[in-house]
C-alpha cells in the first residue's frame, strides 16, 4: 500500500470520491498509527459546527474507509488497516508507505559530506508534487499538519539553495526560486537569496527589481519595511544604501490585549472613509489612545503613502509647537534640509505634500482646535484621527466620537485579558466589585489586571476589598507609570481655577446635584449655571444625568486628596436654598432664606411628590454637609424637611445619616421637643430597617421627653411605635397597654388622626391574641374617626388591615370592597410602598379564594415595588405570600423557594413573628409533599414560637396543621386549651 501527501491525496488503491472520507483518511494520515478521537474526527470534519448525527455518520464512514483499504476483512480480523478502539481509531502505516515519512526521512539524514547533503535534499523535494494534501480541506488538526509540513518543505529549500549558493551554482538557485518568489514575493528569505543568485549570475537588474518587488509586498501585505538582511543584499547589489524608504509607517504598536470598544471601531473607520476629521474624545484613562491606535491599524492599508503619528503636548503637559510637528511630518516625507530650513514656509511645505498624498495622520491629546487646525492635511485622500480630552467643537466639519466607560461585559473581557479568564471565572463576585470600583475607565482597568496578572497568589477578592477604600484606591490604582491620579491631576491642571473650584464645590455632595444646586454654588440664573455645567462636562470631569450632575468618581477622589479653602458662603447658599425648596414642595414658606428661581418652583408646584422623591437623596447629602461645616440650626431644618418628604417607610442608606444629623443638631441646641422629634424619627428607621432593640431604645428616650414636655399627642404618637415593637417582640400585654393609653392621650389632645392609627394599630393586636370581635371593633371605630376628620390615607390603611382580618375570618366580600379603595388611593398618592402592601393582601384574597392566576398577578406586582423601592422586610412577606400560591397550585418546590429566602431575612432581622408564619407555611408544604417527619417539626417550632408571642389564634392554626401529621395528645390537649383564649 502506498499513501502520498505531498500533492493530491493518492493512493495505491482507488480512493471513494466523496468528501468526507478522503477528510477522514487525511486526518488519520497526519497521526499515522495513532488513535484519533471520535470528537477530533467531529471537529475535523465539520469545522464550522457538527449536524446531531455526527457521531453516526463518522462511523459509516469508518466503515466504507475499511472496505477500501482493507477489502474483506472485518473491523476486528488481524490484518486490518483501520482499527478501532476506546480512544478512537487508528490507521496502520508501514515504513515505506507515506511519502511524507519518505521527505521527513531525507532531511533527517545526516551527511558531513556537502554534495551527499545536496543529494538527499535534492531527493526530498523531489517527494513533493504540490502543496500538501492539496485537494483537502480540513479542520484546524488537518490546517496545522498542513502548515507544519511546508514550513520543513521551505525549510529544506532554503537549506538547498545556500548550498548551491556556497558551491557557485547560482544557475540552479535562480530556476529553484524564481516561481517561488513570484509566488511569494513578501518572503524576505527566498527573496534575498534570488537576490544574491541573480547579481552573482550576472543579472543586476533582474536582482533590483526583485528586491523593489518585495518591498512593496511587504508593505501592501503587511505595512512594513524590509529588514536588515534584505537591505543587506541591496547594498551588495546596487552599491549605494537603499535610500528611498518608502512611506513613513509611524503608527505605534497596538495594544495586544485590546478588547471591546465594537461599536466606536466600526463609528471610526466609517469616518475614516472622509477627509474630515475624526475626534476621539474622553476622560482621561478612558483608553482614547488604544483605541485610535487599534483603529488606524486596520485602516491603514487604504492609505500606501504612509501613516504619520505625533503627540500634541510635552512631557510637561504644555501644548506641542505645529512648526516643531511639521518638521518632523515633512521628514519623514522625504523633505530636503533646505526645505526644512524655512520654518515660516512649513505649513505651505505640509500642504503642497499632502495634496495629492493618501495619507493616515493620529494626532495624540490635543490641546485645543486650533493646535490641529494648523496641522491638517490639505488632500481629499488624507485622513486624521485625533484624540483629546475635551470635544473640540470649533474644529469645522469634524467627526466627534465619544469614547465611553467600558461596559461591564468589556470590562471583564479585558481584565480576563490581562489577569486570565480561569481566574476571573473563579471568583466571578469579586470581580464584578472589583469592576464596580475601577468606574469603567480602561486605565483603571488596566492597572488592576496588571497587578493580579504580577501577582500570581492574590485573590480577586482581596484587591476588590483594598479597591473598595475611597482612601487607599488611587494608591491601589498604579502599576510602573500606569497611575490614574497622574492622569487625572494632568486633565486637571489644564483647566481653569474656577472650573476646579466648582468641580471640589460638587464633589463635597457626594453625588450628583441639581442643575438649581450648581446655580446656587455660583450665585447665578439657572440657564448660566447649564452653560458651565456643560463647558464641564465637555471636558469629562462632570458628567450629565438629566438635569443631575455628578463629577467624575476619580476626579473627586483626586479633588479629595488635595484640600483648598472652599468657598464657605456658596456652600451655604447652596444649602439654604435646597431647604427653600423643600419648604416649598411642603407648602410651607421660607421666611429669610434666598429667593426660590421661578422655573424651580413651578417645577416643584406641579408635582411636590414627584419632585421629593427625585430630590430626597440629594437634601440629605445637603444635611450632611451642613452638619459637617457646623450650621446647626440649619441641618437640623434640612433633616426635618428631608424626614418629611421621604415619608414612611424611608428606606435610602442616608436615612439612618439624617436622622442621626438631625438629632445631634437638636441636642447641640439644647431643645428638647425637637430631641424628642428627632428621638422618634431615628426610632422609626431602625424600625423600618429591622432593627428592633435600637429602635425601642429610641423611643423609650422620646417617650420620656414628651412626658417631661406635657405632650399628650408626641407621647401617644412615640406610644403607638413602642406597642409595635413591644408586640413583636412578644409582649402583646404592654402592646396593648401602651395602645389603650395612646388612645386616651391622642384623644384628650384632639388628634383624631393619631387615634385612628392607634385604633387600627389595637384592631390587628386584637386578631393577634384571638379576640376577633374586638378586632372588628377597632377597625370600624378607626375608619370612622379617619373618616371624620378626612383623612383618606388613615382610612385607607385601616380598611387593608382590617380587610386582612375579613379575608382570614370569611368576609371575603367585603374584603375586597376594602381593598379595592384603599388600591386607588395608594395609587393617587403616589406611595408606592403602601401600594404593594395593598396589592399583596389581594394577592392573599384571590389565593385563598382559588384564583390562583390573579393572586400570582398580584403578587408579583408586590415584590416587584418591594424589591424596587429595597424594602427586604416586606418583601420578605410577600414572599411567604406567594409560596402559598405556589403551594396551592401544586408547586412545592416553587413553594419551599419563596419560604427559605423569606425566612432568611426573617431570621437576619429578628422578626420571629415572620419567621411563625413562614414556619407555619413550610410545614403546610412539607405535609403535603409527604414529608411527615420535617412537617412535624416545622410546624411544633411555629407554635412554640407563636405561644412565646402570645398569639393564640396563630397558634392554634399551627396546633390545627400539626394534629393533621401527627397523632400525639399533647397536641390535642393544647389546641382544646388555645381555643378558650380566642374570641370570635
Not at 476571573?424 to 488596566?446: F, N, S, T
Not at 422655573?599 to 419632585?611: C, G, N, T
Request: proline share 5%.
Amino acid at each position: 500500500m502506498r499513501f502520498q501527501v505531498l500533492g493530491p491525496l493518492t493512493a495505491s488503491v482507488p480512493l471513494p470520491s466523496a468528501a468526507q472520507p478522503r477528510r477522514l483518511l487525511a486526518v488519520l494520515l497526519t497521526r499515522a498509527g495513532r488513535f484519533v478521537g471520535r470528537d477530533t474526527l467531529v471537529d475535523e470534519l465539520w469545522p464550522d459546527g457538527a449536524p446531531s448525527s455526527a457521531a453516526a455518520i463518522v462511523q459509516v464512514t469508518v466503515s466504507k474507509l475499511r472496505k477500501t483499504l482493507s477489502p474483506g476483512l472485518g473491523a476486528g480480523e488481524a490484518g486490518q488497516r483501520l482499527r478501532s478502539g476506546p480512544r478512537g481509531y487508528a490507521l496502520a502505516v508501514e515504513p515505506g508507505e507515506l511519502d511524507a515519512d519518505d521527505f521527513l526521512a531525507l532531511l533527517a539524514s545526516g551527511a558531513d559530506d556537502r554534495a551527499q547533503r545536496r543529494r538527499a535534499l535534492e531527493r526530498a523535494l523531489a517527494c513533493w508534487r504540490g502543496d500538501a494534501f492539496a485537494d483537502i480541506a480540513g479542520g484546524p488538526l488537518l490546517e496545522a499538519h498542513k502548515l507544519w509540513l511546508e514550513d520543513r518543505r521551505s525549510a529544506a529549500l532554503l537549506q538547498l539553495v545556500e548550498l548551491e549558493l556556497a558551491d557557485g551554482d547560482g544557475r540552479s538557485v535562480v530556476e529553484r526560486l524564481d516561481p517561488v518568489v513570484a509566488a511569494r514575493p513578501a518572503d524576505e528569505r527566498f527573496a534575498a537569496r534570488l537576490a544574491a543568485a541573480l547579481g552573482a549570475v550576472g543579472r543586476r537588474e533582474s536582482a533590483l527589481e526583485v528586491l523593489r518587488r518585495t518591498r512593496r509586498a511587504l508593505w501592501d501585505e503587511a505595512g512594513v519595511w524590509p529588514g536588515a538582511d534584505l537591505v543587506a543584499v541591496y547594498r551588495r547589489i546596487a552599491g549605494t544604501e537603499w535610500t528611498t524608504p518608502g512611506p513613513p509607517a509611524q503608527l505605534p504598536a497596538a495594544v495586544p490585549d485590546f478588547t471591546g470598544r465594537v461599536t466606536e471601531l466600526a463609528d471610526v473607520a466609517r469616518a475614516l472613509r472622509g477627509p474630515a476629521p475624526v475626534v476621539l474624545h474622553g476622560a482621561a484613562g478612558a483608553g482614547k489612545s488604544a483605541l485610535a491606535v487599534q483603529a488606524a491599524w486596520r485602516a491603514r492599508r487604504r492609505f500606501p503613502d504612509g501613516q504619520l503619528t505625533a503627540s500634541l503636548r510635552a512631557p510637561d503637559g504644555t501644548p506641542a509647537e505645529p512648526a516643531a510637528v511639521l518638521a518632523g511630518f515633512l521628514r519623514g516625507l522625504g523633505a530636503t534640509p533646505a526645505e526644512l530650513a524655512d520654518r515660516a514656509g512649513l505649513a505651505g511645505l505640509w500642504r503642497g505634500y499632502t495634496a495629492d498624498r493618501r495619507l493616515l495622520v493620529l494626532f495624540e491629546d490635543a490641546a485645543s482646535e486650533a493646535q490641529v487646525r494648523a496641522l491638517l492635511p490639505s488632500g481629499p485622500g488624507c485622513a486624521t484621527l485625533v484624540t483629546t480630552r475635551h470635544r473640540l467643537p470649533g474644529l469645522c466639519g469634524a467627526r466627534a466620537i465619544p469614547v465611553p466607560e467600558l461596559s461591564t461585559e468589556d470590562a471583564w473581557a479585558l481584565l480576563a485579558a490581562i489577569a486570565g479568564e480561569t481566574r476571573l471565572r473563579a471568583e466571578p463576585e469579586a470581580v464584578h466589585r472589583l469592576l464596580e470600583h475601577c468606574g469603567g475607565l480602561a486605565l483603571a482597568v488596566r492597572i488592576a489586571g496588571v497587578k493580579l496578572a504580577t501577582r500570581p497568589n492574590q485573590r480577586v477578592g482581596d484587591l476588590a476589598t483594598r479597591l473598595a477604600d475611597d482612601r487607599r484606591r488611587l494608591d491601589e490604582l498604579t502599576a510602573g507609570d500606569l497611575d490614574v491620579r497622574a492622569a487625572v491631576t494632568s486633565a486637571l491642571r489644564e483647566r481653569s481655577a474656577a472650573e476646579v473650584s466648582l468641580l471640589r464645590q460638587l464633589a463635597a455632595f457626594g453625588a450628583a446635584v441639581p442643575d438649581w444646586c450648581a446655580a446656587a454654588l455660583l450665585g447665578r440664573s439657572l440657564a448660566e449655571a447649564r452653560d458651565r455645567l456643560d463647558d464641564l462636562a465637555a471636558t469629562h470631569l462632570a458628567a450629565p444625568a438629566g438635569s443631575r450632575w455628578a463629577v467624575a468618581p476619580f476626579v473627586r477622589l483626586v479633588l479629595a486628596e488635595r484640600p483648598a479653602d472652599t468657598d464657605q458662603a456658596a456652600v451655604r447658599r447652596a444649602c439654604e436654598v435646597a431647604l427653600v425648596y423643600a419648604e416649598h414642595a411642603r407648602g410651607r414658606p421660607a421666611p429669610g432664606l434666598p429667593k426660590p428661581d421661578p422655573a424651580v418652583a413651578r417645577r416643584i408646584a406641579a408635582d411636590p411628590a414627584a419632585w421629593a422623591a427625585e430630590e430626597t437623596g440629594h437634601l440629605a447629602a445637603t444635611a450632611r454637609l451642613a452638619g459637617a461645616h457646623g450650621w446647626h440650626e440649619l441641618t437640623e431644618r434640612l433633616a426635618d424637611a428631608c424626614t418629611a418628604l421621604a415619608g414612611r417607610p424611608w428606606l435610602g442608606h442616608a436615612a439612618h445619616a439624617v436622622s442621626v444629623l438631625g438629632l445631634a443638631a437638636a441636642r447641640r441646641r439644647r431643645d428638647p421637643r425637637a430631641e424628642a422629634e428627632k428621638l422618634y424619627n431615628l426610632g422609626a428607621v431602625h424600625w423600618q430597617h429591622g432593627h428592633g432593640h435600637r429602635a425601642r431604645n429610641c423611643f423609650v428616650l422620646a417617650e420620656q421627653r414628651y412626658r417631661a414636655l406635657a405632650d399628650p399627642r408626641g407621647t401617644g404618637a412615640v406610644l403607638a411605635a413602642l406597642a409595635d415593637v413591644h408586640l413583636d417582640g412578644g409582649d402583646p400585654g404592654a402592646a396593648e397597654a401602651e395602645l389603650r393609653e395612646a388612645l386616651a392621650l391622642l384623644g384628650e389632645c384632639g388628634d383624631r388622626r393619631g387615634q385612628a392609627a392607634a385604633a387600627a394599630q389595637l384592631g390587628s393586636l386584637a386578631e393577634d391574641v384571638g379576640d376577633v370581635r374586638r378586632a372588628v371593633e377597632s377597625f370600624e371605630a378607626s375608619m370612622l374617626l379617619a373618616r371624620d376628620c378626612d383623612d383618606g390615607r388613615g382610612h385607607d390603611h385601616a380598611a387593608k388591615r382590617y380587610a386582612d382580618v375579613l379575608r382570614r375570618h370569611g368576609g371575603r366580600d367585603q374584603a375586597a370592597d376594602l381593598l379595592t379603595g384603599a388600591l386607588g388611593g395608594a395609587v393617587r398618592t403616589g406611595e408606592r410602598h403602601w401600594e404593594a402592601h395593598v396589592l399583596r393582601s389581594l394577592g392573599d384574597l384571590h389565593t385563598d379564594a382559588g384564583e390562583l392566576a390573579d393572586g400570582h398577578g398580584f403578587l408579583t406586582r408586590s415584590l416587584a415595588l418591594f424589591e424596587q423601592i429595597g424594602h427586604r422586610h416586606a418583601a420578605a412577606y410577600t414572599h411567604r405570600s406567594l409560596a402559598e400560591a405556589r403551594r396551592r397550585a401544586g408547586d412545592p418546590a416553587g413553594a419551599r423557594r419563596h419560604l427559605l429566602l423569606a425566612l432568611e431575612v426573617f431570621r437576619e432581622l429578628r422578626d420571629r413573628r415572620g419567621a411563625g408564619y413562614a414556619l407555619l407555611s413550610l410545614g403546610r408544604t412539607e405535609a403535603e409533599d409527604g414529608l411527615g417527619g420535617e412537617a412535624e417539626r416545622l410546624l411544633r417550632t411555629s407554635a412554640g414560637l407563636f405561644r412565646e408571642l402570645g398569639f393564640p389564634l396563630w397558634e392554634l392554626r399551627a396546633l390545627r396543621e400539626l394534629n393533621a401529621v401527627t397523632s400525639a395528645s399533647p397536641d390535642h390537649d393544647r389546641t382544646r386549651e388555645v381555643l378558650t383564649k380566642i374570641r370570635t
